[in-house]
């Protein structure tokens, strides 16, 4: 089973309407992220989460919101869904590497890709 | 703050040659982590390889090598011997380890290998 996963793989939504996105992850990491990927522009943090509780804004968190319900889930959620928000939806988990220098990387779902009409 | 920059958009190479990725970073820290991972068309994302800011030789996984220039601030991806299943998106990333441990990304390169 992957260590990482996403639900839905794929939504189609419209305008105005509320979806939330589900990660669980069961590599025991502490730390977990949303990431969404826009062509031309990388991965972008939305959302990001130390622990339980500790959750934290990233570069372009206007319009979602987030929820740690446990240590293995992390939930997404946009409140009311706008065509922009179209993009693939990726959720990462890594190891908190306490200031060392780690090999250490980033554990990524396989995406959901998500279309607001 | 951090920044990843990827200034080859698409690339291509024929089959069985060699092609290098660039990738620049800035960062004012000095202690930091630098990863490349693919992602192919299926869209998953695939990590490749790691290079630590103290790491005094270059790394090197199989095919893939990390050209590391820590005065230039450039740590390059070297693909050898290029297959068709090399196909894919390339992403360069940061991670510093001081404040937030966090991930930066860069805009990706699109390399095509040709037959």
């Known amino acids: 089973d992957a260590d990482v996963t996403q639900t839905p793989r794929n939504r189609i939504t419209k305008t105005g309407k509320r979806i939330m996105l589900e990660c669980s992850q069961t590599?025991?990491?502490?730390?977990m992220y949303w990431y969404r990927q826009d062509p031309g522009l990388g991965l972008r943090l939305i959302y990001y989460s130390f622990d339980v509780k500790d959750i934290n804004k990233g570069e372009i968190s206007d319009g979602y919101s987030v929820s740690r319900q446990a240590q293995a889930k992390f939930s997404l959620s946009l409140e009311s869904a706008i065509p922009n928000q179209t993009a693939l939806y990726f959720c990462?988990?890594?190891?908190?590497?306490?200031?060392?220098?780690?090999?250490?990387?980033?554990?990524f779902g396989p995406g959901t890709r998500l279309t607001v009409l | 703050a951090q920044k990843i920059t990827q200034t080859q958009p698409g690339m291509f190479v024929q089959e069985k040659e060699a092609v290098t990725l660039d990738c620049t970073y800035d960062?004012?820290?000095?202690?930091?982590?630098l990863f490349w991972y693919k992602q192919p068309s299926s869209g998953e994302m695939i990590f490749l390889i790691y290079?630590?800011?103290?790491?005094?030789q270059n790394a090197t996984e199989g095919r893939y090598s990390l050209n590391f220039q820590k005065a230039r601030k450039s740590a390059n991806l070297v693909i050898s011997a290029s297959q068709l299943g090399d196909s894919a998106m390339y992403f360069c990333?940061?991670?510093?380890?001081?404040?937030?441990?966090?991930?930066?990304f860069g805009p990706g390169t699109r390399l095509s290998v040709l037959p």
């Open positions: 290079q630590g800011s103290y790491d005094e």
């Open positions: 960062t004012s820290d000095q202690s930091y982590g």
């Open positions: 590599k025991g990491h502490d730390r």
């Open positions: 990462a988990t890594s190891d908190q590497t306490s200031g060392v220098q780690s090999t250490d990387t980033q554990y």
């Open positions: 990333a940061m991670r510093d380890y001081n404040y937030g441990q966090n991930f930066v």
